[in-house]
């Protein structure tokens, strides 16, 4: 828990010069601690004190070494007055964080702490108040039933919904955290927010250390250069999703949408999400296994059929000559296993069969069938490397404009060098071999030429905009 301090807020916005006291407030229902009847040493307890000691941890790798979150129901004994207990706490406090539940919202307790709270940062201005309450929601509330002070506030999710089953798992359940590097993401955002909240008030802190390992569970590689969009799964392929989520990041590529957050965090509508990952990537995955993934709010298709649909159409661009080599690599395993631990059922599938259900094939696809996701995820890395990066899209007229104003040339000698592949070395032509595969290590032209850096400002310069160079 954070130090206590003897100062109230507005003292403490008033004195930056005190050393170390940081106050955060914990409000919670009791209710929402209790351990399982059958909890073991080994499990991690109550859903509040388990998630506190998480982001003590996180808060002290980030530089907060005085962060002890203060545990209300801990720290007032049974003859404690609520008046001078929780209000003498709540007066001491830098920061409120509310654990949102059904539980949270029926307790007159919870509510008092609440309003007293929200009481106090009154005589702040609207913004600066807001800046002071946090909401972690253990799970789904009805919106109607969420107090009014915590609505506007962006929550802190620990559970997630399924858009098409409208299932809610909860990240923690019966003392065991059920979805780790969900769970992890949601704490270091916390956390982060936490930290970052102190910053911003202007309440000292120690220099920060590097920055802590990424919260979703994969270390910071070395970056490739190069961009591959993954599209959102259904909730029955989200386990091989994270995993080649994981592995393609371990080998230095970015993954667009972000895998870390939903669609409708990404800002914008989900198809504006999906279409800007489309248009920076070199290539699309797909997984597809017997759900559609919903329909996320404002969309005339499911998730899944709209993020193929829409890799469709940044693959026909490569038809009209405006981004060549862009392919949709899908994953439609032939057996799928159905049910639960009571009883699993093995479905046997035709892959080509389920990519015309969800939409139909191009010549371009690559399609996998075999069960294991281990292998897909194999054949991904290995036609990526094959590939030899994409590289960005660029607009071929302005490019060979760009190439002219450098040597001095004609642009339509150029422009009939947009759709080739390059020897990264010689700038000279490459072909694929029988089995199609360009050559390990090339590239196309324009990616090539953009490398020089009068032509990447000239062609800058057309565009209005910078671009991201492919330097492999």
Request: hydrophobic letters at 35%.
């Amino acid at each position: 828990m954070l130090t206590e301090s003897k100062e109230s807020i507005s003292t403490t916005l008033t004195n930056s010069g005190r050393p170390n006291p940081r106050e955060v407030f914990v409000s919670y229902r009791r209710l929402d601690d209790e351990p399982p009847p059958d909890c073991s040493s080994g499990d991690g307890g109550g859903f509040v004190r388990y998630l506190l000691r998480q982001v003590r941890y996180d808060l002290r790798q980030m530089g907060v070494p005085d962060a002890v979150l203060w545990e209300d129901r801990a720290k007032i004994a049974p003859g404690d007055i609520w008046s001078d207990a929780i209000r003498k706490a709540l007066n001491e406090a830098e920061l409120f964080v509310a654990i949102l539940s059904r539980n949270y919202v029926k307790s007159d307790w919870c509510a008092k702490e609440l309003s007293a709270m929200a009481s106090r940062i009154a005589i702040l201005d609207a913004e600066d108040g807001q800046r002071r309450i946090f909401r972690v929601d253990k799970h789904s509330v009805p919106e109607h039933e969420i107090p009014e002070t915590l609505r506007c506030i962006q929550a802190v999710r620990f559970y997630r919904e399924d858009q098409e089953t409208k299932r809610v798992d909860e990240y923690f359940w019966r003392g065991k955290v059920r979805r780790p590097d969900d769970y992890e993401k949601a704490v270091n955002d916390l956390a982060r927010a936490i930290c970052a909240r102190l910053d911003e008030l202007g309440i000292p802190l120690p220099p920060q250390p590097e920055r802590a390992p990424s919260p979703s569970g994969h270390t910071a590689y070395q970056s490739n250069g190069r961009v591959v969009f993954v599209a959102k799964p259904a909730s029955d392929m989200e386990e091989a999703y994270r995993t080649l989520v994981r592995e393609l990041r371990g080998t230095g590529y970015r993954v667009t949408p972000d895998p870390d957050k939903r669609l409708d965090e990404l800002g914008g509508d989900a198809r504006s999400a999906v279409v800007d990952g489309l248009a920076e990537a070199e290539a699309s995955i797909h997984l597809l296994g017997k759900r559609t993934g919903g329909r996320p709010e404002g969309l005339d298709t499911d998730l899944v059929p709209m993020q193929l649909a829409a890799a469709a159409d940044e693959a026909r661009k490569g038809e009209a000559g405006t981004k060549s080599g862009f392919e949709r690599m899908i994953w439609a395993p032939s057996v799928l296993l159905l049910g639960g631990s009571g009883h699993v059922e093995a479905i046997r599938r035709d892959p080509l069969g389920v990519v015309d259900e969800f939409g139909g094939r191009l010549p371009t696809d690559q399609i996998e069938g075999d069960p294991a996701p281990s292998r897909f995820n194999e054949f991904v890395l290995q036609r990526l490397e094959r590939r030899g990066g994409g590289g960005p899209s660029y607009d071929p007229e302005a490019m060979a404009q760009a190439l002219a104003q450098v040597t001095g040339r004609n642009a339509d000698e150029f422009l009939a060098k947009m759709d080739w592949r390059v020897d990264p070395k010689t700038g000279k032509r490459v072909e694929q071999d029988a089995a199609g595969e360009w050559p390990k290590g090339s590239k196309p032209y324009p990616s090539f030429a953009c490398e020089n850096e009068d032509v990447a400002k000239a062609y800058d310069a057309i565009k209005g905009h910078g671009v991201s160079v492919d330097l492999l």
